[in-house]
């Protein structure tokens, strides 16, 4: 069995076939795990269906962000992580669409949604 390193373009084509992973982050000085749905937009991934107030808990964190798949028989499988900020209500498409700026002057923006701005793409496969 090997493992070898994935370029970030692989990490990006994995991310993209997938729609959940794991979000870990920081919650009362300790780290936390939680899955969740995801779109990757770009290179950015758009956090969804975040409840119970972990928006407001993870906007401002440096988070990290796990998706994998694996074959425990074969003994195979592959794993990306991402880690960077999280920022409530900053989606790329509003981003895309006003300019940069944060949408306002009653533009509406679902407020359930955290992005995650990569700092690092990194990933593994094994074979």
Partial sequence: MTSAALGRSDCLRLLAGRTWGRVVFTHRALPAIRPITY??????????????????????QIVAFEVDDGDPVAGTGWTVVVTGPARLGTRPADLARTGGRAPGDGEAMRTTDVTVTPGEIYGRRTD
């Fill in 39 to 60: 779109t990757l937009v770009g290179d950015c991934l758009v956090l969804h269906a975040v409840s119970e107030g972990l928006e407001r808990t993870l906007d401002g």
